[in-house]
């Protein structure tokens, strides 16, 4: 089962792909890392050409990486609500491709993620970037944090969902 992670935003978005073995139902083996990065659109773009750039780029990803599943993390509203606005319309556009493609959607809140992943639901960036790395046995912890967060809310659903 191929598991594709969004971290959401409209200037970078990341995402992630992990796959799992399966067999009569039961997860066989680690999780392995298929494919990560950012989407990435320039500041100053007016946001209907930002939006779109991430829409098409989701588009290319999943025809690519052929996930079985999305796996995206919910908007935590901080201070900032235009930030916040943007997050929500790019994640919104995620949630169109991914329902455009008929994939099953699962969504997690930042703190739900951190507990899956550290047990510790207030975990800091680099605990996070140390289990991602721990848990799909990579020599390195992926970069940008945005690909690694994407990679967590993969894993995230594998654990929640597959028992892995």
Do not use: W
């Amino acid at each position: 089962m191929r598991i594709l992670g969004i971290d959401p935003g409209t200037g970078i978005c990341g995402f992630g792909v992990i796959e799992i073995k399966q067999q009569n139902g039961r997860t066989t083996g680690r999780a392995k890392m298929i494919d990560n990065g950012v989407i990435t659109t320039p500041a100053h773009t007016p946001l209907q050409e930002r939006l779109l750039d991430i829409y098409e780029s989701l588009h290319e990803i999943i025809k690519l990486d052929q996930p079985d599943c999305v796996s995206i993390e919910k908007l935590f509203f901080t201070k900032n609500i235009t930030t916040g606005i943007s997050v929500a319309e790019a994640r919104g556009v995620a949630l169109l491709v991914c329902r455009q493609h008929n994939l099953p959607t699962f969504e997690y809140t930042p703190n739900e993620i951190k507990k899956t992943m550290t047990g510790y639901g207030s975990a800091d960036k680099k605990q996070m970037q140390e289990m991602v790395k721990l848990h799909l046995n990579l020599s390195e912890v992926p970069k940008p944090d945005d690909a690694a967060d994407a990679l967590a809310a993969a894993i995230t659903h594998s654990l929640m969902h597959l028992g892995e």
